[in-house]
């Protein structure tokens, strides 16, 4: 649905997007994340055509944007961090404004108007003047705006900025019930709705994209592999008897334990292994009980600052699921 090849995009002598690539496909709800000023607003203002690219190509639904600006931008639904809204408007006459600037006709209008209202949660106050509306209806009604049009792509920059928690789960739910059928990207500061909501995510540091897949797999690269913890009812010499033959195992480490006669211990394996079933099997060979098993992960907050800090900056390698 969204392509993105080698885009550059300089300031005179500041490059804010160096040498960018990536692909969404539709129905995907991908995170797309960066510290300020890493070149993450510039990327998104290109792909919704309201900046031009130095260099590099970008096509959306298979129509470059820049062969095919006006059929583009019908599109894409784009709410940014600070919707565009008309205060003194009310929410059905803005919405009708919004509708007539993309050029939908009349009765097409009224119609789609009604059930994005609908859609977002706004009819009950589809009357009212929209500066007398709390933050969580503007940013519903900014979110109208964007799908008047029925876009393929939404392109969401800090939808649940300022919200109440209850307001962020509201929106939340939404934007998984529109990603069913659309291609979502999401940009937000607030990590864990990130993780709540995509399955993929795209960072950016200093123009470049420096990871790029689900945040488990980004998690066992920068781990250097896939790492288990166990809690097992058994000596430390039982355990290692039990698990030496696994083939796929690497390490095996111990901790103290914080239960009372068990033994804790780390067991990794490849990047690409999962090691749970072997485990499993051979441990219940052994007549061992398993008292607890989870893999030990990174955050997405974790993932972040290893990818994006001045420390981890130089020299960085990106990170890149493979398709």
């Known amino acids: 649905m969204i392509q ?3 885009l550059v995009r300089r300031y005179g002598k500041h490059v804010a997007v160096d040498n960018a690539n990536f692909n969404i496909e539709k129905g995907e709800i991908v995170g797309f994340l960066g510290p300020n000023g890493a070149g993450k607003s510039t990327t998104m203002n290109i792909l919704t055509g309201y900046l031009s690219a130095t260099e590099g190509i970008v096509k959306i639904d298979g129509q470059d944007i820049l062969e ?4 583009i931008k019908r599109k894409i639904g784009y709410l940014p961090e600070n919707p565009p809204l008309y205060p003194d408007m009310t929410v059905r006459e803005y919405l009708s404004f919004a509708g007539e600037i993309k050029g939908i006709p009349g009765k097409e209008r009224k119609e789609k108007m009604n059930r ?7 009819q009950d106050v589809s009357k009212r003047l929209i500066k007398n509306l709390s933050k969580g209806y ?3 009604v900014g979110l109208a705006q964007a799908m008047i049009a029925d876009p393929q ?6 939808p649940t900025a300022g919200l109440d928690p209850q307001q962020i789960l509201e929106i939340r739910d939404l934007i998984k019930e529109l990603g069913k059928d659309r291609t979502i990207i999401l940009s ?13 995510v795209l960072i950016i540091n200093k123009g470049k994209i420096v990871a790029d897949g689900s945040p488990e797999t980004l998690a066992r690269h920068l781990l250097g592999g896939s790492h288990i913890h166990l809690r097992l009812d058994a000596s430390e010499a039982a355990v290692r008897g039990a698990l030496e033959k696994i083939s796929s195992l690497q390490e095996l480490g111990f901790r103290e334990s914080q239960e009372n006669g068990t033994v804790e211990a780390i067991a990794k394996a490849d990047k690409e292994v999962d090691i749970r079933r072997d485990l499993s099997r051979a441990l219940a060979a052994a007549n061992i009980p ?11 907050e974790d993932i972040f600052l290893n990818l994006t800090t001045e420390k981890e900056a130089d020299g960085q390698q990106s990170f890149e699921e493979k398709k």
Do not use: F
Request: negative net charge; contains cysteine; charged residues 25%.
């Open 188 to 200: 937000s500061h607030i990590l864990p709705e990130v993780s709540a909501v995509c399955k993929r």
């Open 68 to 71: 095919y600006p006006t059929e």
């Open 116 to 122: 994005v209202m609908e859609t977002v949660g706004v």
């Open 290 to 300: 398993i008292l607890m098993m989870r893999s030990v992960d990174m955050s997405l």
């Open 153 to 158: 792509a939404l392109i969401l920059d800090e």
């Open 4 to 6: 993105v090849c080698n």
């Open 138 to 140: 503007k940013q519903r």
